[in-house]
């Protein structure tokens, strides 16, 4: 079983609609949450960065984390065609030392 | 800043050749990440290095992979012999302690 398990979709969604993209997790050490995008051959970026449970509100995106489930989701609100990219969750674990694990990324396109 | 510098942008290589990957982190990152991404297999960290030293290289695949860091600001991942598996997007990324990683842009190589 990976340590972080990531749907590799595609997703396809038509402009204006709500997506919703998810993480689960294995190893409960894991306390630093990231969510990167990565447009076509570009390395990837960092969209969100969140620590504890709860939401985590950057405009159209909203990054929110369950610790007791191990579960961690990124929602995109109004999305538009500039938001198809593919989107990695990350975790960072102290007690693995400084070592990020990254999600296999969501293929997300947004239909004009 | 410049950000992230990889060299070659592309590469490409018969079988059974030496391929050197070369990788300037940002100014002032103490950590420095070596990352293979593939469709199959997601983007898969392969060594990191704290303050030039190689900190965990588990996920270095074979003794024929080898990565180096002899100041703060250059790195090489050295594949020798190359093979027709090893073809992939090759990605170095720095960062600061437990801050968001910086990607560079990425060597593709192809390995025929």
């Known amino acids: 079983q990976k340590e972080v398990e990531q749907d590799p979709g595609p997703l396809s969604v038509p402009e204006g609609a709500i997506v919703s993209l998810n993480c689960t997790y294995s190893?409960?050490?894991?306390?630093?949450f990231m969510w990167y995008r990565q447009y076509s051959r570009k390395g990837p970026e960092l969209l969100m960065y969140?620590?504890?449970?709860g939401n985590k509100e950057d405009g159209r995106f909203t990054a929110q984390v369950d610790k007791s489930s191990k579960y961690i989701s990124l929602f995109i609100r109004d999305s538009q065609p500039s938001d198809s990219a593919t989107y990695l969750c990350?975790?960072?674990?102290?007690?693995?030392?400084?070592?990020?694990?990254f999600g296999a990324g969501t293929r997300l396109f947004v239909k004009a | 800043d410049a950000g992230v510098i990889q060299s070659p942008r592309h590469e490409v290589t018969e079988m059974g050749q030496e391929v050197t990957l070369r990788c300037k982190p940002i100014?002032?990152?103490?950590?420095l990440f070596w990352y293979r991404q593939t469709m199959m297999r997601g983007l898969e960290l392969l060594i990191y290095?704290?303050?030039?030293?190689?900190?965990?290289d588990s996920g270095m695949p074979e003794d024929r992979f080898s990565a180096k860091m002899p100041n703060a600001s250059f790195s090489t991942l050295k594949i020798q012999p190359s093979e027709p598996r090893d073809s992939a997007v090759y990605f170095c990324?720095?960062?600061?302690?437990?801050?968001?990683?910086?990607f560079g842009p990425g060597t593709r190589l192809t390995v025929t």
């Open positions: 290095f704290n303050n030039n030293v190689p900190i965990d």
């Open positions: 190893n409960s050490a894991f306390q630093y």
């Open positions: 990324a720095s960062s600061r302690p437990l801050q968001e990683q910086y």
């Open positions: 990350a975790m960072i674990s102290l007690t693995g030392g400084f070592k990020t694990i």
């Open positions: 100014s002032g990152h103490d950590y």
């Open positions: 969140t620590y504890s449970s």
